[in-house]
């Protein structure tokens, strides 16, 4: 084994170059190429996005993906840094944030509002990556949203819905579905980035166009293999 692994358990008991992590909460099966997998052990990362700066803590082991920063989170986030205007005095929600970067960047760019949501695993995890980057609490919160139960909490008030990374469990779908209707309206919109690894993925965008959303790839970071989207709900 690698020198530069022998530290991390995981890879101690992996025999392949594909390893596949199960989350205890969704059952979800996620492949991951060993070349990158370290730097999703790392308890803290730094990333630069233009001239701003950010600590992400990271938390594998006891939460799992719901607690590291994926390339999703790092375009969607350099998008908005490139077209502050999206969210410059505008009110601003993540779904399934996990790490909360893109969130976090458009604290950093004025937003007048920015509401960070997570299932309740992952919220003292995010809510420590507020902290540690100093933001504005006026601002910036994190709340609880479990997908297509507590959407009596929400309303589609917010100017713009972003999300990194959220279309990989089949068996959310249909909640994840109802969520977006609840939250997105004619007068907002709905950015998203994601990798399209599976046939699932697909399928999950096949049912926003037949649920009556308009779906827009807008760009593709080649380098991370990573597709943005603008979804549009034209009921």
Not at 20 to 26: H, R
Not at 94 to 122: F, H, K, Q, W, Y
Not at 149 to 170: G, M, Q, S
Not at 181 to 202: A, G, M, P, V
Request: glycine share 4%; charged share 25%; with cysteine.
């Amino acid at each position: 084994m690698p020198n530069k692994f022998q530290n991390y358990p995981f890879f101690i008991t992996c025999l392949s170059i594909i390893n596949f992590k199960m989350t205890t909460s969704n059952q979800a099966l996620v492949v991951y190429d060993e070349s990158i997998v370290p730097r999703h052990f790392l308890n803290l990362r730094e990333v630069s996005i233009g001239d701003f700066s950010l600590q992400i803590i990271q938390d594998w082991q006891s939460i799992g993906i719901a607690a590291v920063l994926w390339d999703s989170a790092i375009v969607l986030g350099e998008y908005l840094h490139k077209n502050p205007d999206l969210v410059r005095n505008k009110s601003i929600i993540e779904v399934g944030a996990g790490t909360g970067l893109p969130g976090m960047i458009a604290c950093r760019l004025d937003a007048a509002e920015v509401v960070l949501t997570d299932r309740s695993l992952a919220l003292d995890s995010l809510k420590k990556n507020v902290e540690v980057n100093s933001l504005n609490e006026s601002i910036i919160s994190v709340r609880e949203l479990e997908w297509g139960v507590n959407l009596k909490d929400y309303d589609n008030h917010y100017d713009l819905i972003i999300a990194a990374d959220i279309i990989y469990i089949e068996e959310t779908f249909e909640k994840l579905l109802e969520t977006l209707r609840h939250l997105s309206s004619q007068k907002n919109f709905i950015l998203l980035t994601c990798k399209i690894r599976y046939q699932r993925d697909e399928k999950f965008l096949n049912l926003l166009k037949e649920r009556d959303f308009v779906v827009t790839r807008i760009g593709y970071d080649k380098a991370r293999d990573i597709i943005l989207f603008k979804i549009t709900n034209k009921s």
